[in-house]
T-cell receptor, first 114, second 115 residues
Framework: AAGVIQSPRHLIKEKRETATLKCYPI?????VYWYQQGPGQDPQFLIS???????DKGSIPDRFSAQQFSDYHSELNMSSLELGDSALYFC?????????????FGEGSRLTVL | AQKVTQAQTEISVVEKEDVTLDCVYE???????LFWYKQPPSGELVFLIR??????QNEISGRYSWNFQKSTSSFNFTITASQVVDSAVYFC????????????FGRGTSLIVHP
């Protein structure tokens, strides 16, 4: 069965550069979540989208933005990258806005900022 | 506010030992859902189990079992006869209406199973 696809899997950037991460949810899933997981840390919720609209916002920095497109894929745009942005970025998808079931996670995009 | 505490940062066992991973949660909601996810070295979080707040029955699935106790706000996870393939980071998570059903994760417990 198709899972959540994230790209790129690995990304290396310099400070102050920009980066874009992409997430393709499971087919027919209409909700996408973005999480940031620093080294040895728990996943921190950044932002979520339902039916192409932002539904909830977590600890996403102002330097980051995201959107969900008509085909339900989502992109996380990160600008003015800082060393502290180095982390594993997870995308997860589910069906329905107020999800009480499990999330389906992608394998993550590992961002390294030098 | 929602909070999940996994006090054990790392557990190291030898194959075939039983191991219990602790999870304590905090929420003011009466309806909530608890989860365990496994994160193997490949990185992807894999769903293991979901429990709602109205169902305190313990569950067993093969070598895995879960003990949900509302009285102590705990949802502990036991692996019986551990195997090397069980080595991973395990996360406990909470969904509750007070948190808009956005999953709140604990810090994770790294389980290392030695041959």
């Amino acid at each position: 069965a198709a899972g959540v696809i994230q790209s790129p899997r690995h990304l290396i950037k310099e400070k102050r550069e920009t980066a874009t991460l992409k997430c393709y949810p499971i087919p027919r899933h209409d909700t996408v979540y973005w999480y940031q997981q620093g080294p040895g840390q728990d996943p921190q919720f950044l932002i979520s989208f339902y039916e192409k609209m932002q539904s909830d916002k977590g600890s996403i920095p102002d330097r980051f933005s995201a959107q969900q497109f008509s085909d339900y894929h989502s992109e996380l745009n990160m600008s003015s990258l800082e060393l502290g942005d180095s982390a594993l970025y997870f995308c997860a998808s589910s069906s329905g806005r107020r999800n009480t079931g499990e999330l389906f996670f992608g394998e993550g995009s590992r961002l390294t900022v030098l | 506010a929602q909070k999940v505490t996994q006090a054990q940062t790392e557990i190291s066992v030898v194959e075939k030992e039983d191991v219990t991973l602790d999870c304590v949660y905090e929420t003011r909601d009466t309806t909530y859902y608890l989860f365990w996810y496994k994160q193997p070295p490949s990185g992807e979080l894999v769903f293991l189990i979901r429990r709602n707040s109205f169902d305190e029955q313990n569950e067993i699935s093969g070598r895995y079992s879960w003990n949900f106790q509302k009285s102590t706000s705990s949802f502990n996870f036991t692996i019986t006869a551990s195997q090397v393939v069980d080595s991973a980071v395990y996360f406990c998570a909470l969904h509750a209406s007070g948190g808009s059903y956005i999953p709140t994760f604990g810090r994770g417990t790294s389980l290392i199973v030695h041959p």
